[in-house]
């Protein structure tokens, strides 16, 4: 979060940036990380189904071969009764086959019967015997002369539809007659190739397979294959339907998963045996497979199970996907929080550093100001001061702080309070020329300045001053006005200052009805002192003459030098002509008094011309006029004189 300085000096805190770069590779990797996760999971799925698809492709497996067991152990149990009574024909088999419940316990097994080993004079002899038993119009079939033949002399349950099947000459056909050779051979249960069972009639037909177990004759003993064909008496054998004896052998079939299962036996050509789903052609590509061999009754099985698209070992990696989301989600709102507490913090820390180099500035400058500084509160006691206004006031900022600056300014009293407060309130500073008292009593001419100060809620809490101190300024005003008004030479005031004096003389008497008088008086030949003397023994001549008119003077009458050696007196006071003539002829007589000034003895004169007001003037330039006319009307009379202008004339 950069912190910059805006054209005032402000702080600009611009937006975190920094924040949303650490946020944005923490979301890359969270994304990276959900990714590989996502893949990991997906990895774990797909093994997690092939594990499944295995688990129940072997448990279906193990479950037909157990089925097989038990078909084939049925087999052995009926072989073992004709070994043991040496005829299956009739009741006794018949209560045999009942006995194992075949349709509860070994569904798929569409019966159990016997085929008997004939040669072809038996064979006759055999149609002849089960005719009689009861069997009519039973025959071998097909019919043909043939070696040897086979027939089907019992087959429980005795329904229909193995009721087609006896007398058949199963050794007639090939695909059975290898399975029976085998059987024989091998003298174990020899499972047969595919074929259409004779039971079959047409409707809703399946694929068969055929067990045989060979019988041979009591007492007989394994030995070699051509003693077997000797000894055979016939088989026992179990016709099962493919589709029956899987569902037999799959009662807990999932119908996610689908299965085939082919004849792969050597020497014949792969035949489809099993299709749970032979609507469903090949099924789709990224199904998975698995497949299992089995070995049943001497021939090979293929299962082949592949999975069906709603094949699944549950919601799992959806809801740990759910967790990956959320987990990143949180790592992201973690990461944004902390790296935009971090950058505000960082931001603070550069505003607070900021500020404390900005406050020592603004403090080295207030401490090093020539001007006094001060803060108040809003009753206008001291809450700051900075040293060069604790030195105007000659005492240290402690003592100072607290009291209140009206203390030292009592002319700040002037503006109440509460039209101070609403001025500053409104923004409004001021600033006013004024005293201020030391402790000690002593004075110093300030200029006061206020602005308002507002505390953090924007609310005014009182007022920064700024105190100029311009005693040096205003005695030097002073001392030039003095300057500009007076004459340098003989220290009273100049022909300019005079004629304001004598402006403000004739407005308050033309106010108030009083009257005035004013002198014009001029040195007698004091060319001569200069032209005999010098101009410094002339200057120094004049600076005693004023002192003399002076001493002749009360403190409100005021000379002025006209210029050389003229000077006016004005009498304010003075309510006659002949108090102001007594005055003049005073002046007059202190003048014509010998001087001794810079060793010299100098004796001089002066003329003297008086004039009144208002009855010689209501304006000065009448009344100097007249005033000079007087004087020089005595000037004319032999100097050393005093003439009087009235409105009669003057008089000398
Ligand atoms: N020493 C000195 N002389 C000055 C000063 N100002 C004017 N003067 C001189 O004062 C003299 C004035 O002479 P005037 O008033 O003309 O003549 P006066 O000699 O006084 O003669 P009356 O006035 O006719 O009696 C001149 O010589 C000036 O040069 C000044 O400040 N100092």
């Known amino acids: 979060m950069p912190v910059t300085m805006d054209a005032s000096g402000g702080v600009v805190v611009a937006k975190p940036a920094g924040a949303l770069g650490a946020t944005l590779a923490m979301l890359l990797f969270v994304l990276l990380a959900a990714w590989l996760a996502w893949g990991a999971l997906e990895e774990r799925k797909q093994a997690a189904l092939q594990q499944r698809l295995q688990a129940e492709a072997n448990g279906i497996a193990l479950k037909v071969e157990e089925r097989f067991r038990g078909y084939r152990q049925v087999l052995r149990g009926a072989r073992a009764l004709y070994m043991a009574s040496d005829t299956v024909e009739g009741r006794e088999w018949a209560e045999y086959v009942a006995g194992l419940t075949l349709s509860e316990d070994?569904?798929?097994?569409?019966?159990?019967?016997?085929?008997?080993?004939?040669?072809?004079?038996?064979?006759?002899?055999?149609?002849?015997?089960?005719?009689?038993?009861?069997?009519?119009?039973?025959?071998?079939?097909?019919?043909?002369?043939?070696?040897?033949?086979?027939?089907?002399?019992?087959?429980?349950?005795?329904?229909?539809?193995?009721?087609?099947?006896?007398g058949f000459d199963m050794f007639s056909e090939p695909t059975r007659r290898e399975a029976m050779t085998r059987a024989v051979e091998v003298s174990e249960?020899?499972?047969?190739?595919?074929?259409?069972?004779?039971?079959?009639?047409?409707?809703?037909?399946?694929?068969?397979?055929?067990?045989?177990?060979?019988v041979f004759r009591s007492g007989f003993s394994a030995s070699d294959v051509a003693t077997r064909w000797r000894e055979l008496q016939g088989w026992v054998y179990s016709p099962f339907r493919m589709d029956d004896l899987m569902e037999g052998a799959l009662g807990r079939f999932t119908s996610d998963m689908r299965l085939k299962v082919l004849d792969l036996s050597p020497g014949s050509q792969p035949a489809l045996l099993f299709d749970s789903e032979?609507?469903?052609?090949?099924?789709?590509?990224?199904?998975?497979?698995?497949?299992?061999?089995?070995?049943?009754?001497?021939?090979?099985?293929?299962?082949?199970?592949?999975?069906?698209?709603?094949?699944?070992?549950?919601?799992?990696?959806?809801?740990?996907?759910?967790?990956?989301?959320?987990?990143?989600?949180?790592?992201?709102?973690?990461?944004?929080?902390?790296?935009?507490?971090?950058?505000?913090?960082?931001?603070?820390?550069i505003v607070s550093g900021s500020l404390r180099q900005r406050e020592a500035q603004y403090r080295a400058?207030?401490?090093l100001?020539?001007?006094?500084?001060?803060?108040?509160?809003?009753?206008?006691?001291?809450?700051?001061?900075?040293?060069?206004?604790?030195e105007m006031l000659r005492q240290s900022a402690n003592e100072l702080l607290g009291t209140s600056f009206c203390t030292y300014c009592p002319d700040l009293g002037d503006e109440l309070a509460g039209e101070r407060a609403e001025r500053l309130r409104q923004g409004n500073g001021r600033s006013l020329e004024m005293e201020l008292q030391r402790e000690d009593g002593s004075k110093l001419t300030v200029l006061v300045s206020d602005a308002p100060l507002v505390d953090a809620d924007g609310r005014l809490s009182g007022a920064t001053l700024m105190v100029v101190d311009i005693t040096e300024r205003k005695?030097?005003?002073?001392?030039?006005?003095?300057?500009?008004?007076?004459?340098?030479?003989?220290?009273?005031?100049?022909?300019?200052?005079?004629?304001?004096?004598?402006?403000?003389?004739?407005?308050?008497?033309?106010?108030?009805?009083h009257s005035f008088a004013l002198l014009f008086v001029d040195l007698d030949h004091f060319k001569e002192v200069n032209d005999s003397h010098g101009h410094l023994v002339g200057d120094a001549l004049l600076v005693e003459a004023v002192k003399r008119m002076k001493s002749c003077l009360r403190a409100s009458d005021t000379p002025a030098r006209q210029g050389g050696d003229e000077f006016v007196v004005l009498l304010p006071e003075t309510?006659?002509?002949?108090?102001?003539?007594?005055?003049?002829?005073?002046?007059?007589?202190?003048?014509?008094?010998?001087?001794?000034?810079?060793?010299?003895?100098?004796?001089?004169?002066?003329s003297i011309g008086v004039v009144?007001?208002?009855?010689?003037?209501?304006?000065?330039?009448?009344?100097?006029?007249?005033?000079d006319e007087a004087m020089y009307r005595a000037k004319s009379a032999g100097r050393n004189r005093v003439a009087v202008c009235d409105a009669a004339g003057e008089k000398v």
């Open 365 to 367: 400058i207030v401490n």
């Open 575 to 606: 309510k006659s002509t002949q108090d102001a003539e007594r005055v003049a002829e005073k002046i007059r007589a202190e003048l014509a008094r010998p001087f001794e000034v810079e060793g010299c003895n100098l004796n001089i004169s002066s």
């Open 612 to 627: 009144f007001y208002p009855q010689h003037g209501r304006d000065a330039d009448a009344l100097l006029r007249h005033a």
């Open 278 to 349: 032979p609507e469903s052609g090949e099924g789709p590509a990224n199904a998975l497979r698995y497949e299992r061999r089995l070995v049943l009754g001497g021939r090979e099985w293929l299962l082949e199970f592949s999975t069906r698209p709603d094949f699944s070992v549950g919601e799992r990696p959806l809801v740990e996907l759910g967790v990956i989301v959320l987990i990143g989600s949180l790592l992201l709102a973690v990461t944004w929080s902390l790296a935009v507490t971090r950058a505000r913090a960082r931001a603070l820390a």
């Open 106 to 166: 070994y569904r798929g097994i569409q019966g159990v019967g016997f085929s008997r080993w004939l040669t072809p004079a038996a064979r006759l002899e055999l149609e002849a015997r089960m005719q009689a038993a009861g069997l009519a119009g039973y025959k071998v079939w097909p019919a043909g002369e043939r070696e040897h033949y086979s027939a089907i002399v019992a087959l429980e349950p005795l329904d229909t539809r193995n009721r087609r099947a006896l």
């Open 369 to 390: 100001s020539h001007e006094g500084i001060a803060t108040v509160d809003q009753r206008w006691r001291l809450t700051y001061v900075n040293p060069r206004l604790a």
């Open 475 to 513: 005695a030097a005003e002073r001392r030039i006005n003095y300057l500009a008004t007076h004459d340098g030479l003989t220290d009273i005031p100049n022909r300019a200052r005079f004629e304001e004096l004598l402006g403000a003389a004739i407005a308050r008497a033309a106010r108030y009805q």
């Open 189 to 214: 249960g020899a499972l047969s190739g595919p074929v259409v069972l004779v039971q079959e009639d047409g409707v809703a037909q399946q694929r068969g397979v055929l067990l045989y177990l060979a």
